[in-house]
């Protein structure tokens, strides 16, 4: 895969001109038609803000295929997914993400979660209740983790809070290599999205069930996200997940 047809799939991605992106990189637009053609390639310093630009990493914009879209998502699902109890916290950072999982995953340890099982499922989602004044000011955000547990499993431990989740249906995408571009993880919402109208679906809020979230995990020596999007009850299933 070239560089410049990197560069030509991400703008038209981002639904940008030869023109726009000329005035966004303070180039010419035959400058920019020429990296796309692959006569010239940008400058260190012009990689940079290209990959600033499109939200993604230097090195996937130099070496990967990104427009290999169907190697990025699979086929959507509607999959039953049964009852579970979990332990969750939800943390309010700049950095979200990666704050509460650190503190889940050293409390899955203190509280011997992984020595009982050591496949523990992991899953998150965006924590909403967070002011418009902490984001813009701050640049804070929420988000909350939580450790899917074994029937059970009983613990001593303190720091997280306990609840239910009945079963339910999720419309379900796998990403691959969710982090290389942000816009991956906010295209697979949208495509669940789109075939939710196109079928007949909608999305169903319930206080008692999660409305979507996201469950990252690694496999033949890739990163991999699946996103759940919660779903009216149907008559058949593709497929049936247990976490319990």
């Known amino acids: 895969m070239s560089l410049g047809k990197n560069i030509q799939h991400l703008r038209k991605q981002k639904k940008v001109t030869q ?47 990104m427009t290999a879209l169907d190697d990025i998502y699979s086929p959507i699902t509607i999959k039953r997914v049964k009852a579970f109890k979990m332990a969750r916290y939800v943390m309010i950072s700049p950095n979200p993400e990666d704050d509460v999982n650190a503190y889940m995953d050293d409390w899955a340890r203190q509280s011997k979660l992984l020595e009982v099982d050591p496949n523990a499922m992991r899953i998150g989602w965006d924590f909403p209740y967070v002011s418009p004044d902490l984001q813009n000011r701050f640049g804070l955000r929420g988000y909350v983790a939580a450790y899917v547990l074994p029937v059970g499993f009983e613990t001593d431990c303190l720091g997280v ?9 999720y419309a379900v995408i ?6 290389v571009v942000s816009e991956r993880i906010r ?43 919660h779903v009216d009850s149907v008559s058949k299933t593709d497929s049936f997940t247990n976490f319990s």
């Open 161 to 169: 809070e306990y609840a239910n989740q009945k079963e339910a249906d």
């Open 174 to 179: 796998t990403i691959r290599n969710p982090f």
């Open 19 to 65: 023109e726009r992106l000329a005035e966004i990189m303070s180039v010419s637009r035959q400058t920019i038609s020429r990296w796309e053609a692959d006569e010239i390639v940008p400058e260190l310093s012009k990689l940079v803000a290209l990959s600033e630009v499109f939200s993604c990493k230097i090195d996937a914009l130099v070496k990967d295929d």
């Open 187 to 229: 295209n697979a919402y949208k495509k669940i999205l789109d075939y939710l109208q196109a079928n007949g679906f909608r999305e169903k809020p319930r206080d008692e069930i999660l409305s979507c979230f996201e469950h990252v995990y690694s496999k033949d020596d890739a990163t991999f996200m699946d996103v759940y999007i």
